[in-house]
């Protein structure tokens, strides 16, 4: 089929009066039937219509013969960059002569063939392009000879650039980026612009060859400051700081975004650092890729992870070969064999003396946060602050429901989610919201639904000193001048509290309300129902004449309850 293209445009060209196709190489013709999946006839359209269009582009690069042209296009692939150079090679061979006249070897189609770089490493040439007594137009030929330019017009305005080099403040210009300004731009004051780019964290002004952009913003950064700022995420930071330096760009949890943000800036980072830096970046990626599978679990006994499978339930680390439970993630001891996680639970509450003596403090810890990205299992309560940054995976979510945080303009939730600064959408009976309703409302919404709860203190071990029970000894992440931290709660423990302090008691209400699925709407006022609604934009019933305050409250509950109705509590999710 190439060969048939190739004969066909040659005969299309025959027939023209002014045959402007010539002869398709064989490259075009390929490259037409791939873009137009292998359809003859359109790739035939496509192959003349872009010779059509590339030998108008070279005809007003200079006034050369259409025979050369056409031969040139042909030896060249199609390629016009290269067509260009051929044919300025054959223009600029009388004034080689006498550029090189006296120079060593004197091969003239030689000087010809070098490329840029030759300019770079040829001292005495760089000293004639800055001289500005030397004539222009012999600069100017210079140019065309050693850097290939396409035009006369590029090559003066190089010559321009040079010459008002030292006025051009605060930007470093080496003579190739000059030149390549001068060849990509043309003209004079976009060749200025391309050499004088503001990088947006030191507001340093670079040529754009040494300025950057990542693939999901349009951040002007130079190299320097973006190697900087990788370098420094890469080796203190977590994978999830990779961002744009400038504007914090994208929002790594959205998992589209982060791939194509990711294999950019691999792509770039492969370029500007050093192999065991960019190695390191690597592996946190492949690292942060493995939290996220379903089937990744941590050690219970040390810093392991890895892949495991459901059907396994006692899994082994492969470091430090001790037991972990697939399912609850705890330590894996012998009497939780042919036991479920719950039951294994309760043996352990009812037959353990510490768990006895702790009483409810344990519980808490036992069914501590559980982080939904990476699952990793901290033995800490909710009590404290409800938004949790998972150390391991820096994911930030909730404690109480689980659900993420999210900066405003990453949240589509709502339509008003973009005016918001890092938010979440908590549902009803989250802790975040319930840990505002007294003791004493939350014990009747368990009464009321037949679910029982502790109220009296743990037995006291002997040896225990006295005032240790007045203290709340849940264990919390605190920051600290040193960073967050693992301590005891500490707060006073009120009467018929079950040992715990007002905040970790109302957790472990909440717990039991969230566990049995309850609805705390009936504990809502009327202004509670309202906000309720208003949280996702919905609109709030108004109250008809006549309407007593319990009617309108009942009416209001039934409505949410149609609108927003409650989900399923299930096992915490891992993804």
């Known amino acids: 089929m190439v060969e048939t293209i190739i004969t066909e445009a040659y005969n299309v060209g025959q027939k023209l009066e002014v045959n402007t196709v010539g002869q398709i190489s064989m490259q075009e013709a390929k490259e037409a039937l791939k873009k137009n999946n292998n359809d003859g006839e359109k790739a035939l359209a496509d192959c003349i219509e872009s010779r059509k269009a590339k030998y108008a582009e070279l005809v007003h690069c200079g006034n050369y013969e259409r025979s050369k042209i056409l031969a040139v296009l042909l030896q060249s692939g199609g390629n016009v960059d290269k067509a260009v150079e051929e044919l300025n090679e054959e223009e600029i061979l009388p004034f080689l002569e006498r550029l090189w006249v006296g120079c060593e070897g004197n091969d003239t189609r030689a000087a010809n063939e070098s490329i840029l770089e030759s300019i770079l490493n040829h001292q005495t040439l760089e000293e004639v392009l800055y001289n500005k007594e030397v004539d222009t137009e012999r600069r100017i030929r210079i140019i065309l000879t050693e850097a290939h330019f396409p035009s006369w017009g590029r090559a003066l305005t190089a010559i321009r650039i040079i010459d008002m080099k030292d006025d051009l403040e605060d930007v470093e210009l080496t003579l190739e980026d000059i030149l390549e300004a001068a060849r990509n731009c043309g003209d004079l004051a976009s060749s200025l612009l391309y050499l004088q780019q503001e990088c947006e964290i030191c507001y340093g002004k670079f040529c754009i060859n040494k300025i950057r952009k990542l693939a999901l913003c349009q951040c002007s950064v130079c190299i320097g400051c973006m190697k900087q700022h990788f370098e420094l995420k890469i080796k203190e930071g977590h994978v999830k700081d990779m961002t744009c330096p400038a504007c914090d760009v994208p929002d790594i949890d959205n998992a589209p975004m982060a791939e194509t943000h990711f294999q950019f800036l691999d792509l770039m980072l492969q370029i500007i650092l050093d192999r065991d ?36 339930q006692k899994m082994t680390c492969p470091e430090c070969r001790k037991l972990t439970c697939f399912n609850c993630k705890k330590s894996w001891e012998p009497q939780h064999d042919n036991v479920t996680c719950e039951e294994f639970q309760a043996w352990k509450e009812a037959n353990d003396p510490e768990r006895q003596h702790m009483g409810l403090a344990r519980h808490l810890q036992d069914n501590g946060i559980d982080c939904p990205n990476c699952n990793a299992l901290y033995a800490l309560a909710k009590g404290g602050c409800m938004h949790f940054k998972c150390p391991r995976c820096r994911h930030e979510f909730c404690a109480g429901c689980f659900n993420p945080f999210k900066r405003g303009e990453n949240c589509q939730v709502t339509q008003t989610c973009g005016r918001k600064g890092i938010h979440c959408h908590h549902p009803r009976d989250c802790l975040y919201y319930m840990r505002d309703y007294g003791v004493d409302q939350l014990q009747k919404l368990l009464s009321d639904n037949n679910v029982p709860f502790d109220t009296e203190l743990p037995e006291p071990q002997e040896d225990e000193p006295a005032q240790e029970q007045d203290k709340c000894c849940v264990m919390e992440q605190k920051e600290t001048v040193e960073g967050l931290r693992d301590e005891p709660c500490g707060r006073v423990v009120p009467e018929n509290y079950a040992g715990l302090c007002e905040v970790h008691y109302k957790e472990y209400l909440v717990g039991l309300i969230n566990k049995q699925n309850i609805d705390p709407l009936v504990i809502m006022e009327e202004k509670d129902l309202g906000i309720l609604l208003q949280r996702v934009d919905k609109e709030v019933p108004q109250k008809l004449a006549n309407e007593t305050p319990a009617v309108y409250r009942d009416r209001l509950i039934q409505h949410i309850k149609a609108q927003m109705p409650m989900a399923e509590k299930h096992a915490q999710p891992h993804f």
């Open 277 to 312: 830096t960019h190695e390191l970046f690597q592996k946190k990626l492949r690292d942060w890729h493995l939290f996220k599978d379903p089937n990744f679990r941590w050690c219970a006994h040390c810093t392991c992870g890895f892949i495991s499978g459901p059907r396994q």
